[in-house]
């Protein structure tokens, strides 16, 4: 007898999808839910997955891409080790936040919401962060710094890739928050 989980594809994955449109419903009107769901639990939006999920709905893959790009909340690929959060929100940008996403931009080689091809940095810009009298603010893993420049910001930068190297644990990714550098 043959290998029946091959008819609906790898059936950890269509577990998975059951699991998903358990908790979201599965009509085309869930299909923002659905794609919240898959993100919240893959950090991105895997397509194996979403073929398997479209598979178990009837919604066709194409509709889940075409709700997808429409929003920027979605991402098509995984988030790197250290995600980086530039604050363009009012406060930030009038001091100088477009400064901090250029000097990064251009360190890291990523546009805005790219990864670094090793995987360890992801670049996105957010509105406010709350925390608008330490403008300009940068957030890695969580930890937000304020006050930055692009000096500083190179030095974070260097230094958590000084970090990796030596296989260590980051301040980011000790959780510490609210610091700034
Ligand atoms: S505008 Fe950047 S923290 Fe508020």
């Not at 599965?26 to 769901?37: A, H, M, R, S, V």
């Not at 075409?66 to 991402?75: D, E, I, L």
């Not at 931009?105 to 962060?129: H, N, Q, R, Y």
Request: charged share 20%; with cysteine.
């Amino acid at each position: 007898m043959g290998c029946t989980c091959c008819k609906n594809g790898n059936s950890a994955l269509n577990a998975e999808a059951k699991d998903i449109i358990s908790i979201t419903g599965k009509e085309k009107e869930k299909t923002i839910p659905i794609l919240q769901e898959i993100q919240s639990r893959k950090g991105y939006i895997p397509e194996d997955l979403l073929r398997e999920v479209s598979g178990v709905t009837g919604i066709a893959v194409s509709d889940f891409y075409s709700v997808a790009t429409f929003y920027s909340q979605f991402r098509f690929t995984p988030l790197g080790k250290h995600l980086i959060r530039v604050c363009n929100g009012t406060a930030c940008f009038v001091s100088g936040a477009d400064i901090l996403f250029d000097t990064l931009s251009d360190l890291l080689k990523v546009g805005d919401g790219e990864t670094t091809e090793d995987g360890l940095f992801t670049l996105e810009t957010v509105a406010c962060l709350g925390c608008c009298s330490l403008a300009p603010v940068v957030m890695i893993s969580g930890r937000v710094y304020g006050k930055q420049n692009s000096d500083s910001v190179r030095k974070l930068i260097s230094s958590i890739i000084a970090d990796e190297a030596k296989g260590e644990k980051t301040a980011a990714e000790a959780g510490q928050t609210g610091g700034t550098a």
